[in-house]
């Protein structure tokens, strides 16, 4: 039985990990996990923020998803978007999801991410 996504993995360069460190702590606000010593040698980085992990693994002949990616829940999408944008992020709106505020943003890599909240969660 399936209880839940225990994390995301996407894929990212070599030697990339101070750009996504910047990135995903300094832009997003998410913490850095400690890797276990018998990964660490692997490279890459992993994020937290609440529930939501993401893992940056070195992949040798990356490219970016283009179209694959994470879907990441926010309260307060608009006031976060101006947040993203204020520290050099793009941010592009899509109001096609039912029910839903989203926009679309990109890793310092190119990675897709989805930022979304529902709507009957904003007050």
Known sequence: MITGVD??????????????RAYYTGVLGMSELTKPPVLAGRGGCWFSAGTAVLHLGVEEDFRPARKAHPGIRVTGIHGFARQLKAKGATVVWDYDLPGHERFYSEDPVGNRLEFLEPLATRN
């Open 7 to 20: 994390h995301v993995q996407l894929a990212a360069p070599e030697g990339s990990e101070p750009l996504l």
